[in-house]
Nanobody
Framework: QVLLVESGGGLVQAGGSLRLSCAASGRTFRYVMGWFRQAPGKEREFVAAISWSGGSIYYADSVKGRFTISRDNAKNTVYLQMNGLKPEDTAVYYC??????????????????WGQGTQVTVSS
């Protein structure tokens, strides 16, 4: 029902910035949207999530103060602005959508749709 496509990843030096975009081709009305990331050999971890209205936002402790999640519902797009990037931020970043419920959640199994991911590599 929903197709999510991430973009904006790439190679950046430590301290640099990137903005990731997640474009949804299907209906995401009232959906909670989230960003997760997964580094090789590690479990997928929560990064940030945002409610439909943008009134509820939650960040992982590791990215607080550096990353900003936002959404433009008219464009059916979610963004992740990443500043002050660190080598430990290197991972494949995935966009996810939760079709049921309005509460921001942080567990991957609570999301229903996933994009294919975009690679973010931070060099030192």
């Amino acid at each position: 029902q929903v197709l999510l496509v991430e973009s904006g990843g790439g190679l950046v030096q430590a301290g640099g910035s990137l903005r990731l975009s997640c474009a949804a081709s299907g209906r995401t009305f009232r959906y909670v949207m989230g960003w997760f990331r997964q580094a090789p050999g590690k479990e997928r971890e929560f990064v940030a999530a945002i409610s439909w209205s943008g009134g509820s936002i939650y960040y992982a402790d590791s990215v607080k103060g550096r990353f900003t999640i936002s959404r433009d519902n008219a464009k059916n797009t979610v963004y992740l602005q990443m500043n002050g990037l660190k080598p430990e931020d290197t991972a494949v970043y995935y966009c996810a959508a939760r079709s049921r419920g309005t509460v921001v959640v942080t567990r991957e199994y609570e999301y229903d749709y996933w994009g294919q991911g975009t690679q973010v590599t931070v060099s030192s």
